[in-house]
C-alpha cells in the first residue's frame, strides 16, 4: 500500500504562511512562542527590528537575542563580540544583544561620519590651496583690459611703449632740428662759383712778376 501524505495541521499552514510574508509582519504579541522560535528565525535585520518594535508590551528576546548575538558576530566579528562578553563580565552587567548591536551600530555610524566630515575638510582645504596656487602662477599681463577686446600681454606692452617712443622722438626739438640740417648742409657744402675762382687781378698779381720801374 502506498503511503498516504500526510496533511499539514492549521497551525502548520499559518507557521508557513507567515515565513512566506516575513516583509509584512508586524505585532507578534499574541503569537505563541514555539512558533515564534519556528518563525522569527528566518528574518532579516530589517525583518527583525520591525517585528519587535512593532510588538509593543512583550518581550521577544528569549527567542531574539540569540538571533541578534548571530546578527552581531556576522556584521561585527568575533573580536569586538568577546570584547563586549568580557566587559559584560568584568562589570557584572548584562544587555540584551539588540541593544549591544544598536550601540556598536551606532558607533559606527558616528566614526563613519566622523571620517566622511574629516575627507570633506581635506578635500575643501586642497581645492582651496588649489586655487590660491592657480592664482599665484598666472600672468598678470594675461588678462584683458576692461573694456577692450585686447590683451595687455608682454609683447603688446611692449609694442606700445615702442610707438610711444617713436611718437615722442618724432614730436621731440632735437629731430625737427635734425630735419633742417640737411638743407642747410647742401646750401653750405656747394660753395659760389666766383668764390672758387680766381679774380684776373688776382691771378695776373700771383702768376705775374711785378713791373719793373723803368
Not at 642747410?184 to 662759383?193: D, G
Request: glycine share 4%; with cysteine; proline share 4%.
Amino acid at each position: 500500500m502506498e503511503s498516504r501524505r500526510k496533511v499539514p495541521s492549521l497551525v502548520e499552514l499559518c507557521r508557513d504562511t507567515a515565513i512566506l510574508n516575513l516583509r509584512f509582519m508586524g505585532d507578534v504579541g499574541d503569537t505563541e512562542l514555539h512558533l515564534l522560535k519556528d518563525i522569527l528565525p528566518r528574518c532579516n535585520i530589517k525583518e527583525l527590528t520591525h517585528i519587535e518594535y512593532s510588538s509593543e508590551g512583550r518581550d521577544l528576546s528569549p527567542v531574539t537575542d540569540d538571533l541578534w548575538k548571530r546578527f552581531y558576530l556576522r556584521y561585527f566579528g568575533e573580536k569586538n563580540a568577546n570584547t563586549v562578553i568580557n566587559r559584560m563580565k568584568q562589570n557584572k552587567v548584562v544587555f540584551k544583544w539588540r541593544e549591544l548591536y544598536e550601540a556598536k551600530e551606532k558607533e559606527l555610524d558616528e566614526v563613519i561620519n566622523r571620517t566622511v566630515k574629516k575627507i570633506n575638510a581635506e578635500i575643501q582645504h586642497r581645492n582651496q590651496w588649489n586655487l590660491q596656487f592657480q592664482s599665484c602662477s598666472e600672468d598678470p599681463f594675461s588678462e584683458k583690459k576692461r573694456g577692450h577686446g585686447e590683451g595687455i600681454g608682454p609683447s603688446n606692452m611692449k609694442s606700445n611703449l615702442m610707438k610711444k617712443a617713436k611718437l615722442e622722438y618724432r614730436d621731440s626739438h632735437e629731430v625737427k632740428i635734425h630735419a633742417l640740417q640737411p638743407n642747410r648742409l647742401s646750401h653750405q657744402s656747394i660753395p659760389k662759383q666766383n668764390n672758387i675762382l680766381p679774380s684776373s687781378s688776382d691771378s695776373s698779381s700771383r702768376n705775374g712778376k711785378p713791373a719793373a720801374r723803368k
